[in-house]
């Protein structure tokens, strides 16, 4: 999961069709960890999101961050089409990240 330069976009999900979170992040299995353990207040604690359901890697953090502040100027529904195009059944693909 990690190499020299790689840059996540990621979204996290309460349940299926629940609240959503975009964030973006260098280390992307110590992040989750952290939204997961609930050890930074906040969004994703205060609305227990700790489902990884989308993630995408990016080379450049700029194209990371664009990419980031786009998916959150989206429609809700386009988010969640984004998610099913993926993971239809918004299985927590954290559950699959290796080092």
């Not at 330069?5 to 629940?18: E, P, R, T």
């Not at 961050?65 to 059944?89: F, S």
């Amino acid at each position: 999961m990690t190499s020299e330069k790689q840059y996540f976009v990621y979204i996290l999900a309460s349940k299926k069709h629940g609240t959503l979170y975009i964030g973006v992040t260098r280390d992307l299995i110590k992040r989750i960890w952290e939204h997961k353990e609930e050890l930074v207040e906040g969004f994703t604690k205060k609305y227990s999101v700790h489902k990884l359901v989308w993630y995408e890697v990016h080379q450049e953090i700029e194209a990371a961050i664009v990419r980031e502040k786009r998916l959150k100027a989206w429609k809700r529904d386009w988010k969640i089409r984004l998610i099913e195009d993926d993971n239809p059944e918004w299985q927590d693909l954290s559950l699959n990240l290796t080092q």
